[in-house]
């Protein structure tokens, strides 16, 4: 089975660095997503790790240990309309299936 | 990236009824997938619909509950029978895109079971 596990809530204020972690037991691995989903819409996408280490992109940044089956989203200089939950998926082997932990809902206060 | 229309986008039914969503992919996709979100949750996956051939259900969802069509590479449609309460839920589609190795989801459907 698929197990991906990441925290229920987190909060920081506005300007702070926030840091979401995920781990990941999966039967087969081709990758690990993290989406951003504001409440009443679709996921959007955020980052793609497939290889170990530290991906940026502006004020995002993911890593990945794969053989910790770790990762962590990393979100600086926070933003009030950052506030949404924050999705970790892997790709699993067969077919291009994405499997999504429980998510993990990010409230910033000014 | 694939952008994908999907309707309704809401829906209040009766229970015992059927409902269907459909998703339209603006290109060729091989690979679609259905996914529900219930209130609170994060999204568990319901089945792989490839075009040509019957879909791949996961563990808990079965086809008599969750009929897919694929008729081609660019529509889908997920059909939720027999409705109870506990079926109230969001359902997405996605797909993969095929340019890079992002995912698109559709706007969602929120259904409400009565």
Request: net charge neutral; proline share 4%.
């Amino acid at each position: 089975g698929q197990n991906i596990d990441q925290p229920t809530e987190m909060t920081a204020t506005e300007g702070a660095i926030v840091q979401i972690n995920c781990t990941y037991q999966t039967s087969g691995f081709n990758g690990l997503f993290w989406y951003q989903q504001h409440a009443g819409e679709a996921p959007t996408f955020l980052s793609y790790n497939v290889l170990d280490g530290l991906e940026e992109k502006g004020r995002f940044s993911s890593f990945l240990s794969r053989s910790k089956g770790y990762s962590y989203l990393l979100l600086k200089e926070l933003q009030m309309k950052d506030s949404a939950s924050y999705l970790c998926a892997v790709k699993g082997s067969t077919l291009g299936r994405l499997y999504f932990g429980r998510g993990t809902q990010l409230t910033v206060w000014p | 990236s694939a952008v994908i229309s999907q309707k309704p986008s809401r829906d209040i039914c009766q229970r015992g009824t059927s409902l269907t969503i459909q998703c339209q992919v603006d290109s060729q996709v091989t690979m679609m997938f259905w996914y529900r979100q219930q209130p609170g949750q994060s999204l568990t996956l319901i089945a792989t619909a490839n075009q040509g051939s019957e879909a791949t259900y996961e563990s808990g969802f079965v086809i008599d509950k969750f009929p897919i069509s694929r008729p081609n590479l660019t529509f889908s449609t997920l059909t939720v029978s027999n409705m109870s309460p506990e079926d109230s839920s969001i359902y997405l589609c996605s797909s993969p895109n095929p340019d890079d190795y992002g995912y698109t989801f559709g706007s969602g459907t929120r259904l409400t079971v009565v």
